[in-house]
């Protein structure tokens, strides 16, 4: 198509995040520094800048200052990127080790079959398959209607992208708009879920990485925000809240007042996160230079979302191919440049201060209006007339029953979930069930890549590593 936006010269508008550089710690630090400052941190003896003028406490060394080359690599804290050593031994100094599956040890039931040598990682095999629940046969055997009770359960951290995307599908087929008010109530349930998906990746890399208080932390922003979903959808997972046709229901009662709670806590939550992680020599040691992959390895591999743009592909389907209106809406799209955990780290920060942006301007601009399309052949009639129409009775039984026939044809809608592209084939035989559902997982791509990650690496890396690409199992295994 003429109109769309090329990956590589990178036509989107985008922000290009900046890279943090603790106090100390700067872009080619000395070794000995880094080795002094992460003895500290392992100590636990470190200080505020306040009271460092009056005590020498805090600047204890556990080890003497190393020299030697090799050992200051051993510290990680001469390893650039993840390639560190030549493949000059032979087959039989290697060993297979399996990692996982467990849950939620390697982020959901995932395997990956190391080939080591030493401590280095020579070759990384994900094996998926141990979550499969036939979530896209299930849709052809559901209705139009059903359909969103079923998709919403594959990302199961993201449940109403799911929704989103199927019934953007369907109502291609159909050849129906929903109304002004619908999408700003979808814009405005999708993003908040970014943040909370977010969150509960902040959450879980800090603590894989040892950062355990992150863990704490990114729960207790995350309950604030399931709270809304809950007294929204009457449930806190797996909404089944955006339907073709709109929204199940409109936004409840002070609606306003818990949104406006969300922007007053959230920045502050922020900080505190920053605080806790960017000048933490042992969260630098163990991200930077990790789990490097450039911008052609993810074209080639089809990753997308903040890996992708952690390595500075500006590609966001947002921009690109908006969707529900989000074009009316001003954000920008954060790159980073070293492609590593570190900076896709950088990225989800952003991109949560993003949301955060675009969720203010849906609640300074909602309009007014119904939450669903007046077409009644998709939408079941108001609860009031079910009492006082028989017709409207019948109406609503046929519809919640039989479903609504879908006019033949086939179609690919893709929104921009937390983990990238979401994608979702549809084909219908003019029935009120699809012919065929196919998703475009985007936590199936991005775990492709992971031997790309991971490859001469080290052991110690892998679950850094591993974490930041954020992989959903349900996704994967659909």
């Not at 994900?126 to 594959?154: C, D, W």
Request: with cysteine.
């Amino acid at each position: 198509m003429s109109d769309t936006p090329d990956l590589v010269t990178g036509d989107l508008e985008a922000l290009t995040i900046e890279r943090p550089e603790p106090v100390g710690v700067p872009d080619a630090p000395d070794a000995a520094e880094r080795l002094r400052l992460h003895e500290i941190w392992v100590a636990g003896t470190e200080e505020p800048e306040w009271v460092k003028d009056s005590t020498d406490e805090g600047a204890q060394e556990l080890l003497p200052a190393a020299d030697e080359a090799g050992f200051d690599a051993q510290r990680g804290v001469l390893v650039d990127d993840d390639f560190t050593l030549e493949d000059d031994v032979s087959d039989d100094e290697r060993q297979i080790v399996n990692m996982g599956p467990q849950h939620p040890s390697t982020h959901g039931v995932l395997r990956l079959q190391l080939e080591l040598e030493g401590e280095t990682i020579r070759r990384v095999k994900p094996i998926i398959g141990y979550l499969h629940t036939g979530m896209e046969k299930t849709a052809e055997t559901l209705s139009f209607l059903q359909g969103p009770t079923n998709v919403t359960r594959m990302d199961y951290l993201s449940p109403f992208f799911n929704e989103l995307c199927f019934s953007l599908a369907t109502e291609e087929l159909l050849g129906i708009e929903v109304p002004p008010r619908a999408d700003a109530i979808r814009v405005l349930m999708t993003e908040l879920n970014r943040v909370s998906s977010h969150l509960l990746w902040l959450a879980t890399q800090g603590m894989d990485i040892g950062a355990v208080s992150m863990m704490i932390y990114g729960w207790r922003e995350r309950e604030i925000f399931l709270d809304f979903f809950e007294k929204t959808t009457g449930l806190r997972m797996n909404h089944n809240y955006i339907r073709p046709g709109g929204v199940a229901a409109d936004l409840p009662d002070g609606w306003e007042d818990d949104i406006e709670n969300i922007l007053t806590v959230m920045p502050g939550a922020l900080g505190e996160y920053e605080e806790i992680l960017n000048e933490n020599p042992i969260f630098l040691d163990r991200t930077r230079g990790v789990g490097v992959i450039t911008p052609a390895e993810c074209l080639a591999f089809g990753v997308t979302g903040p890996i992708a743009r952690g390595s500075g592909v500006n590609w966001d389907l947002r921009k690109a191919f908006p969707y529900s209106g989000i074009d009316q809406y001003e954000f920008d799209v954060p790159l980073g440049a070293h492609g590593d955990v570190f900076d896709r780290y950088l990225v989800r920060m952003a991109e949560i201060r993003e949301s955060l942006k675009i969720v203010r301007q849906v609640l300074e601009t909602i309009p007014l209006g119904d939450y669903r399309t007046e077409d009644r052949k998709v939408t079941p009639p108001p609860r009031a007339r079910i009492d006082e129409s028989m017709e409207a009775l019948i109406h609503h039984f046929k519809i919640f029953t039989e479903g609504f026939k879908v006019p033949a044809g086939e179609v690919y809608r893709a929104v921009e979930s937390p983990r990238g592209e979401l994608g979702m084939y549809m084909v219908s035989s003019g029935e009120a069930k699809p012919w065929r559902v196919h998703v475009r997982g985007p936590s199936f791509a991005n775990v492709q890549a992971v031997p790309a990650m991971m490859a001469d690496s080290l052991v110690a890396d892998i679950v850094a590593a591993l974490a930041s690409v954020d992989p959903v199992m349900g996704d994967v295994d659909r």
